[in-house]
């Protein structure tokens, strides 16, 4: 068989359905295969676009997402979602070509050495340099991206061995990695540690991140501090991992999560982190954060562990094996509920005082917050939303409260602008009954717009709710507020006309630019057939708040 | 229950303390043998910030594996995280952090020293005291290759720098493990 056929013989073995992708010189051989395979291919119009969508796909389903590019700048065009992948721990597998490999090394024509490139940002990655490691490699390639600590795998494959004869089997289950052992179960006894030190506890806070959505323990985890009155937080890639609005959520911390969230942590004597790595988002500055707690840190990877804030109880292990156990062991110890009466009142006080809230319009101009609001009213808070990053995302993060795991798909980590719409499309593709809404920047969505061809030509039914406010509306916040009002490079004038640039793609073209009227743009826009862009044209220059300044402590919070 | 009863874990008593040792580290990888590794790992190190002090790469009994040595400076650098980070990459099979007086470690230098005649005496003398062994001679300058502990390499560099170090090359440690006086 040809080992090109046989790679499309090793991702059906692994459950692939779906690919996205760019064909060019170096992985013709893979096209040809693709011709006949049983895969369906999602032409991206942009190899960055072709990594974003397997990552929504991924994101949506917690499936391994697949995308293919050619070698060089087809490759060196996925960068960005391998490391967005990387950043975010988000199971993918990307496919490149490779030149010939008489021509390695040569400077050969679109020759990049996309290895060596990669390397800082992926989990792992292969050169295939025999054609008979092409299937093994797939099957290793899918174990690595979707165990343990998920991420990003490259197999970079040249031309030439992509085309030779070779005997293929399909693998026999899971590889034998001698390197490779992800831990899956927590150790008991400093589960049992945990759960007294938790029982013991006068102010906790649970912390949770996107871990738990990676380990599907969204259930487990919300057991857990329901065992309790716990009351939890979550950060901007958690969003989902607890039944939001909830008595015992206090809302998203971070930068732009709740002050109540940030003073909790704030004065907390015991933080319990579930899957979430202390990212300088979340501490602010890291010397004064949390000065008052001990740490539980349970996470999958033990390097996450005491990396960035010490943990005095460091838990490796899966959160779904090891929140249930934890909640077990909490239980059996029957803390006395009283003993979090105070704290209750605290945080109480918090809420009342710091609720989060916008002044709204007195004319019919729409506040980016309003348009959050509407989002979450016309889809019943049940859509899958992918956005872009900026205010609107923050916006979104703060004010459409996610129930559910896998319905807020954003990019937290490497904060790449642009990744909503193809984000989009995968998720779609990967849920085609759901509803699925891009809430996008302007700023974002130019930089991919040529991706609205591929949901046109595909005929994938996204709507892309454009929040447009003319500015890179972050950077504009940030140089209005630390730089002295110096705008720069930060409008985006008049360019594009979105309706017409929509309808030019072959999409639906609308416009709301009336706050009374945008529940009904957004219905509209939701029922009608085929892909819709709805330009919201919001308040120009308005802030997110709260926010703690880039380096301040939460304490420090501002607006 | 109440709260603070002596069976639960006092919130007081859990300390945590600064990762660093303050001691050199000696670090033995088992690698896969495939190409790109020590690239890895030398990414790795770049772009977390460790600093490798010194780095010895060779064939082990087993062709499929080969041997990472490498020293830390523990003060500096926490060295539970660099394993952890290290155990990450896939090709990594086995990482020893081996306690100094657990293991044998043997550096190899090669010195390029100045020696007139009026000085050459003393500096065989060197040589003597130190098992080196004189490997080149020319009319202005000896070839000595020294083999220990990279302290004594360091004790020889700083005894025949006077004489003029024309050139020094050192192998960076290698070792392994001593054996149980049982084994």
């Known amino acids: 068989m040809r080992a090109a056929d046989a790679m499309c013989e090793a991702l059906k073995a692994e459950g692939v359905e779906h690919v996205f992708g760019i064909p060019g010189g170096a992985n013709l051989p893979t096209y040809d295969a693709l011709y006949d395979a049983d895969l369906i291919h999602i032409q991206a119009r942009h190899e960055q676009g072709a990594g974003h969508a397997a990552e929504g796909y991924a994101k949506a389903s917690g499936r391994v997402g697949v995308a293919f590019a050619t070698s060089g700048p087809g490759a060196t065009n996925l960068v960005t979602a391998i490391a967005d992948a990387m950043m975010d721990s988000v199971p993918t597998v990307f496919i490149t070509g490779q030149v010939r490999t008489d021509l390695i090394g040569t400077d050969g024509f679109q020759e990049a050495d996309v290895t060596g490139i990669t390397m800082p940002v992926v989990k792992h990655s292969f050169l295939v340099t025999d054609p008979r490691q092409i299937p093994a490699y797939i099957n290793q390639a899918f174990h690595i991206a979707s165990t343990g600590r998920p991420g990003p795998v490259l197999v970079d494959v040249p031309q030439d061995l992509s085309r030779a004869d070779i005997e293929y089997a399909p693998a026999q289950g899971p590889p034998d990695l001698p390197g490779y052992k992800p831990p899956t179960e927590g150790n008991l006894k400093q589960i049992r540690i945990a759960a007294k030190a938790l029982a013991n506890a006068r102010r906790p806070v649970i912390y949770g991140g996107g871990g738990i959505v990676n380990a599907n323990a969204s259930e487990e985890f919300r057991d857990f501090c329901l065992s309790d009155r716990l009351p939890v937080t979550l950060t901007v890639m958690g969003l989902g991992a607890f039944p939001a609005p909830h008595e015992q959520w206090l809302g998203m911390l971070g930068m732009h ?44 990877d033990p390097a996450e562990i005491s ?36 704290w209750w009142k605290q945080i109480r006080a918090w809420q009342e005082e710091y609720p989060l809230g916008y002044e709204d319009s007195e004319d019919s101009e729409i506040k980016p917050q309003r348009m959050i609001e509407a989002l979450y009213k016309v889809t019943e808070g049940d859509a899958i939303i992918t956005s872009d990053v900026g205010q609107h995302q923050m916006w979104c993060a703060q004010y459409y409260n996610f129930s559910k795991p896998r319905r807020w798909i954003n990019s937290g980590g490497l904060g790449t602008m642009g990744f909503g719409l193809p984000a989009a499309i995968g998720a779609k593709v990967a849920k085609p009954d759901e509803t699925v809404v891009c809430l996008a920047g302007d700023g974002s969505l130019v930089m991919v717009c040529q991706e609205f061809a591929t949901a046109a030509v595909h005929e994938i039914p996204v709507k892309v709710f454009l929040m447009n406010n003319g500015y890179m509306g972050m950077v504009r916040q940030w140089q209005e507020l630390f730089w002295d009002g110096r705008y720069k490079s930060v409008e985006m004038g008049d360019s594009p006309d979105w309706v017409k640039l929509a309808e030019a793609f072959g999409w639906t073209g609308m416009r709301c630019t009336d706050k009374n009227e945008i529940e009904d743009a957004m219905q509209t826009a939701l029922q009608a057939e085929g892909p819709v862009l709805l330009d919201v044209q919001v308040t120009k220059t308005e802030n997110c708040y709260p926010m703690i300044p880039a380096g301040a402590a939460a304490r420090d919070m501002v607006g | 229950m109440e709260a ?78 660099v394993t952890k980070q290290l155990h990450k990459l896939v090709n990594v099979i086995k990482i020893r952090d081996m306690e100094p007086d657990q293991a044998v470690s043997r550096e190899m230098a090669l010195f390029r020293v100045q020696a007139a005649v009026e000085s050459r005496a003393e500096i065989i003398q060197f040589a003597d005291i130190f098992r ?50 049982d084994q």
């Open chain 2, 4 to 81: 603070g009863t002596p069976e639960l874990i006092k919130l007081e008593d859990l300390q945590v303390g600064s990762g660093l040792t303050g001691r050199k580290h000696i670090l033995s990888l088992l690698v896969e043998n495939k190409p790109g590794v020590l690239a890895r790992i030398a990414g790795l190190f770049a772009r977390r910030g460790f600093n490798i002090d010194t780095l010895a790469v060779g064939p082990t009994e087993d062709p499929d594996v080969s041997r990472i040595t490498m020293t830390l400076d523990g003060a500096v650098h926490p060295i539970d995280q």
């Open chain 2, 132 to 181: 080196a062994k004189i490997v080149d001679v020319s009319r202005r300058a000896l070839i000595i290759e020294v083999t220990g502990s990279n302290e004594k390499i360091d004790a020889f560099e700083r005894m025949v720098r006077p004489h003029g170090l024309i050139e020094m090359a050192r192998t960076g440690e290698v070792a392994i493990t001593r054996s149980r006086p």
């Open chain 1, 307 to 342: 990396k960035n804030v010490p943990a005095h109880i460091p838990i490796v292990g899966d959160a779904g094996d090891v929140l249930p156990k934890l909640a077990r062991e909490y239980e059996r110890l029957k803390a006395d509920p009283e003993r979090l009466d105070a």
């Open chain 1, 257 to 300: 999560g709740t002050r109540t969230a940030n003073y909790a942590m704030d004065n907390a004597d015991l933080i319990v982190a579930v899957g979430a790595r202390f990212d300088d988002r979340i501490t602010g500055k890291l010397a004064e954060f949390a000065p008052r707690a001990k740490f539980v840190h349970i996470d999958i």
